[in-house]
Antibody, heavy 118, light 105 residues
Framework: EVQLVESGGGLVQSGGSLRLSCAAS????????MSWVRQAPGKGLEWVAN????????NYVDSVKGRFTISRDNAKNSVYLQMNSLRAGDTAVYYC???????????WGQGTLVTVSS | SYELTQPPSVSVSPGQTASVTCSGD??????VSWYQQKPGQSPILVIS???KRPSGIPERFSGSNSGNTATLTISGTQAMDEADYYC????????FGGGTKLTVL
């Protein structure tokens, strides 16, 4: 059974930092691009960042460039999102997801809530 | 940056066909995926690569993509299909549509 389990969310003050983790199991993690997708309360889905199988390529949405860093550890079947200089607008549920053929997101975690207080 | 546009809401009667559209410049040249999300739950992939149904997705879900518009079609819509639906494509970066709330009434 495929599982993606996020952790690390919580309440942080504006300007603070958090590190999200996503532990994967049930599939060949090292063969997949991985993404972080977020959803602000009552809003739609927003892609945040992704990382290639071997970590050699990373992409970010403009609004988080320079503040967020995606990384992965294939030995631990895990992907991470380091979030610095957090803003109220970053408040959202953050999901990790695996990218399959055609850049579709086959598997999703349950999400972890990040709340940034001003 | 690339944008995908969806209608905010679509209504359908039980047993009828629901169509949710997603528009974008030359969208037919790209692969489009569709996700279903129910309140408090994570999204579920229902259509990938324009028209492929993942394992476990009912046959009543189908997709098409041509020109500037992709369409998710739900035939014989059931009450359980009431949810938010999002389209998604890739244009140098991943892009999601704004979402469509499907109401079955």
């Amino acid at each position: 059974e495929v599982q993606l389990v996020e952790s690390g969310g919580g309440l942080v003050q504006s300007g603070g930092s958090l590190r999200l983790s996503c532990a994967a199991s049930g599939f060949t993690f090292r063969s997949y691009w991985m993404s972080w997708v977020r959803q602000a309360p009552g809003k739609g889905l927003e892609w945040v960042a992704n990382i290639k199988h071997d970590g050699s390529e990373k992409n970010y949405v403009d609004s988080v460039k320079g503040r967020f860093t995606i990384s992965r550890d294939n030995a631990k079947n895990s992907v991470y999102l380091q979030m610095n200089s957090l803003r109220a607008g970053d408040t959202a549920v953050y999901y990790c997801a695996s990218e399959g053929l055609g850049s579709s997101f086959e598997y999703w975690g349950q999400g972890t809530l990040v709340t940034v207080s001003s | 940056s690339y944008e995908l546009t969806q209608p905010p809401s679509v209504s359908v009667s039980p047993g009828q066909t629901a169509s949710v559209t997603c528009s974008g410049d030359k969208l037919g040249d790209k692969y489009v995926s569709w996700y279903q999300q129910k309140p408090g739950q994570s999204p579920i992939l229902v259509i990938s690569q324009n028209k492929k149904r993942p394992s476990g997705i009912p046959e009543r879900f189908s997709g098409s993509n041509s020109g500037n518009t992709a369409t998710l079609t739900i035939s014989g819509t059931q009450a359980m299909d009431e949810a938010d639906y999002y389209c998604q494509a890739w244009d140098s970066l991943v892009v999601f549509g704004g979402g469509t709330k499907l109401t079955v009434l």
